[in-house]
Structures are given as C-alpha cells and as structure tokens.
C-alpha cells in the first residue's frame, strides 16, 4: 500500500495545481486521475486570465480572482523553475467587445458595479470607444455593429494543454507522484488519516483534497460534504491558420500563437451531453463574423464541446468536512484563472489544516443560507 501526505484526487488544471503548490511546501503528494473519457473541464476553455466581469455580487470571488491574476507571473516562474518548461503566458489585457449601444451600456454598468466593490484606486477595467479600440487593434476591420469594448488591465491567456503539462512534469520533479486512468473506487476515513482504494492500488494519506471536476460530489459524499455543482456544456470552434491579427485575446474571440482563430462559447444547460451541435456552432460564427467580418471567409477545421464545472451562483467551493478533518474538496469554474491562487493561499490552508477567513467565504454553506432566506 502506497503512502503520502497528501493525496489529490484529480489530475485537471484545478488538482494538478494544488498539487503542485504542496509539492513544493515539501509534501508528499500522491495525485490520482480518473479515466481519459472522463468529463474535463479544460477541454471547454480558452485558456483565459480573465478577471472583468468576475465577482458580481460576490466582492470575495472578485478579490482571490484579482489576486490569482496579480501573481499568475510569479506562478509560471515557478513552474518554469520546477519543470524547466517555459509557459507562453501573455497578461497584456484583455477585450470584451460591445455590439451596439444597449450592449456597451450593459457591460458599462456591471463594470461600475465591480469597480465599486473594489477599494478606491483599484479600477481593473476601461471603457474604450470604436476609435480607440481601432488604434488598440490596427490589423482588425472592426464590423459595424462594434461600437467599442471593455478592456481588462489583467487579463491575459496562456496555452491550457502546456499549462497542465507543465505542473505534471514540476510536480514529479518535486518527488510527487501521479497516477493516470486510476478512479477513485471508494475513499475510507481512518483513526488518523484517509484510504483510498483505486481498481489497481489502495493508497493511505494524512489528508486528502478532492478536485475532481464533475465527479467531486459524489467522492465528497463519502465524507459527509456537500458539494453542489452541476455541468454547463460550452462548444467552441476554430479556424484554419491567419495571418496575426487579434494581438489580444477576447471574451468568446482569440487568436492563437498558431494563427489559428478559437471561437466560442456557448452556455448550454444540458446535463452531461459533450455532443456538438449545428445550432451551436452557427450562433458562435454569427457572432463572430459581426465582430470581425473576415472571419467569413475563414475555413472552420474543428469543432467540439466540453462541460463546465459551475456552482449555484457561479463560484468557487472550498470547504474541509467538519466530520473528517484533514479532507477538504475545491472546485470552480475558473480553474486557469485561479490557479495562482490554488497553488499559493489555497494550499497554506490545506497543509495547515485551517481554512482561513478569505477562503470561509466559498464554503458550500453559504448556499443553504440563501435558500433559507
């Protein structure tokens, strides 16, 4: 029977980056994968930075998403310095584009109200008209209907696929393990400590993280957490290579580093159904082609759909079992974003044993006390 410190069940961008930052705080980590057809999360992301838009309503999802983004620099380094694998991270901003005066108006309004959730002086978006977008975008003929865009100071994208290996390979050099096509058969709760027992191999740790997308709450189950997530099927389309154009990545538009242009997404309610759709496809290209009207004549050379992972009002869970301390679940939406965060203040909390002030606000509780209300 293998032993670790810490077993992380869940090898996705939100697990493998957790994983990573107990790693290096010089845990034992043992990471456990399901199988490759399992639902993912990263196959339905543009692999975007994105903080606009982020913590409407919600000023404490707005701060750790801030955060995330301020040190995401920080976080490649480190990467980069435990895997010899260089991210091609770019934080240069980021746009949202506004089709039509109602639309510009409405994105306008959830800006003022995230900029006064903020302290003074901490404005992270900007309003820019059709002409200044056109200065900021020469190489683009904007379509008629775009009469300006959100820009976002911290915004940014990297490559996900890179991403994820990246943290695989840093983790292993840091003396982690991981173990690929191994799902979590059943998780037993011991005197001091967690076994958990895969179809190959039984595994025994002191504390236990479960990060495993969609599959979390029935996992979380076994130790008496409540974890309320549902999944949001989101269909994305791409072109064949362009001559550079977009030099800055979009909300539902960007260019590649290929030269190939990712259009998406959509926001779909239907269940667990990665099928791709006609329907889908031609809402996405519509609207693209309005934003940019050359894209008509690109060739579409692939086209699919991943599901989503996304709470009651769209953030974060984190939470540890009050019956079963020491194991702790963690699932979002925004897994690239947040991955500063989770392998930084996320793991203090998971190797200490104490969630902190910051992070009491994602437990899954707070649902039950809007229902109550």
């Known amino acids: 029977m293998s032993q670790a410190d810490i077993i992380v069940v869940g090898a996705g961008i939100a697990g493998a980056a957790i994983a990573f930052g107990l790693a290096q705080k ?39 998403t801030k955060k995330s983004s301020a040190d995401w620099a920080n976080f490649a380094a480190r990467i980069h310095d435990a895997s010899g694998m260089k991210l091609p991270l770019e934080q240069n901003g980021g746009l949202a584009f506004c089709l039509g005066e109602a639309d510009w108006e409405k994105r306008k309004t959830i800006n003022d109200a995230l900029d006064a959730q903020q302290p003074a002086n901490e404005q992270s978006t900007e309003m820019l008209d059709r002409v200044a977008l056109e200065k900021l975008l020469p190489a683009v003929r904007l379509g008629d209907e775009v009469v300006g865009a959100s820009f976002g100071f911290m915004d940014g994208v990297v490559n996900p696929l890179e991403l994820l290996s990246a943290l695989h390979v840093a983790t292993r050099n840091l003396g982690g393990e991981l173990h690929f096509q191994s799902p979590v058969t059943s998780i037993v709760p011991r005197q001091h400590g967690f076994k958990v027992e895969t179809a190959k191999q039984s595994f025994e740790a002191e504390k236990l993280v479960l990060a495993a997308g969609l599959a979390t709450p029935a996992l979380a189950a076994h130790l008496d957490m409540h974890v309320p997530i549902r999944p949001q099927r989101g269909q994305i389309l791409v072109t064949e290579r362009a001559v550079p154009f977009l030099p800055l990545p979009a909300s539902g538009l960007r260019q590649t580093a290929e030269g190939t242009v990712m259009i998406g997404v959509t926001n779909e309610d239907v269940g667990f159904d990665t099928s791709t759709t006609a329907e889908g496809a031609a809402k996405m290209a519509r609207k693209a082609i309005k934003i940019v009207p050359a894209l008509e004549q690109a060739r579409l050379i692939r086209q699919w759909a991943g599901l989503r992972v996304l709470s009651p009002d769209g953030g974060p869970i984190y939470v540890q079992s009050e019956k079963y301390p020491g194991a702790f679940a963690a699932t979002c939406h925004s897994g690239i974003t947040l991955a500063a965060f989770h392998a930084n203040e996320l793991c203090d909390s998971i190797a200490t044993g104490q969630m902190t002030a910051a992070l009491t606000a994602f437990s899954p509780e707070r649902f039950s006390v809007q229902k109550v209300a």
């Open 26 to 64: 010089g845990l034992r980590v043992l990471v456990l994968d399901g199988q490759r057809g399992d639902f993912r999360a990263s196959r339905a992301n543009f692999g975007l930075i994105w903080v606009q838009s982020k913590g409407l309503g919600f000023p404490a999802y707005q701060t750790i």
